[in-house]
């Protein structure tokens, strides 16, 4: 519905705040957050994989705290199966080792549930 109808969805979001490819501080925690995704099936905010996604991570500001995004950095949490190839972006894996938020929050792949800490 953000994709298709985005007038429409903001209006049913009552107070809450939804990131489309911005920012916003809250508690002193500069937050970003993007729905984009590599093209998978033919899902909502699909994008071409390589410069395509890539316009987008360069948009977020190198100061960002906390990365929400849909789908996941390639090699991280990225497999639907442990047999299974690497889902996620390559070009978002190397936005989020430049900018190195202090937390990226993604989900999509179900198959890579979980979490992981920087060493």
Not at 2 to 24: D, T
Not at 94 to 109: D, W
């Amino acid at each position: 519905m953000f994709e298709r109808h985005p007038g429409a969805a903001r209006e049913l979001l009552g107070n809450a705040i939804y990131l489309e490819n911005s920012g916003r501080e809250v508690a002193g925690l500069k937050i970003w957050g993007s729905p984009v995704q590599p093209e998978f099936n033919n899902w909502a905010f699909n994008v071409a994989r390589g410069a395509a996604t890539r316009r987008y991570w360069e948009m977020i500001p190198d100061s960002t705290d906390v990365l929400v995004t849909h789908g996941p950095p390639f090699g991280v949490l990225d497999k639907s199966h442990p047999s299974t190839a690497h889902l996620g972006c390559e070009e978002l894996a190397k936005a989020v080792e430049q900018i190195k938020p202090r937390l990226h929050i993604f989900g999509h792949i179900h198959g890579g549930h979980g979490q992981l800490t920087a060493s």
